[in-house]
């Protein structure tokens, strides 16, 4: 069994800040790539931001220069750092992982429940 668990969504002002994180645990081989997907209300599911298999990053246009995403590997742990935040960015945030479980040889992907990420004044 693999979990994947999301936390640190709320309410925020624009121009506020949130860190989401997105923990990884049980039966699992290895981990390769982790991001973090955002869908909005009526919008299909997007990428956000993802550490990829090489340790390279790749970022929503959209979120550029505002959006971090960063890893710890010891504690397979992922988190998105979003600064700046603009109305626009409310959505439910998604953590999906690329990851190896024990005793099965092929990748699978593995999301989270989402979290809700709200923009207002």
């Known amino acids: 069994q693999v979990q994947v668990v999301e936390s640190g969504g709320g309410l925020v002002q624009p121009g506020g800040s949130l860190r989401l994180s997105c923990a990884v645990s049980?039966?699992?081989?290895?981990?390769?790539?982790m991001g973090w997907y955002r869908q909005g209300s009526g919008k299909q599911r997007e990428l956000v931001a993802v550490?990829?298999?090489?340790?390279?990053?790749v970022y929503a246009d959209s979120v550029k220069g505002r959006f971090t995403i960063s890893r710890d590997n010891a504690k397979n742990t992922v988190y998105l750092q979003m600064n700046n935040l603009k109305p626009e960015d409310t959505a439910v945030y998604y953590c999906?992982?690329?990851?190896?479980?024990?005793?099965?040889?092929?990748?699978?992907?593995?999301w989270g429940q989402g979290t809700q990420v709200t923009v207002s004044s």
């Open positions: 049980g039966s699992i081989s290895r981990i390769y790539g």
């Open positions: 999906q992982a690329n990851l190896r479980p024990e005793g099965n040889i092929r990748l699978q992907d593995y």
């Open positions: 550490n990829t298999s090489l340790r390279s990053t």
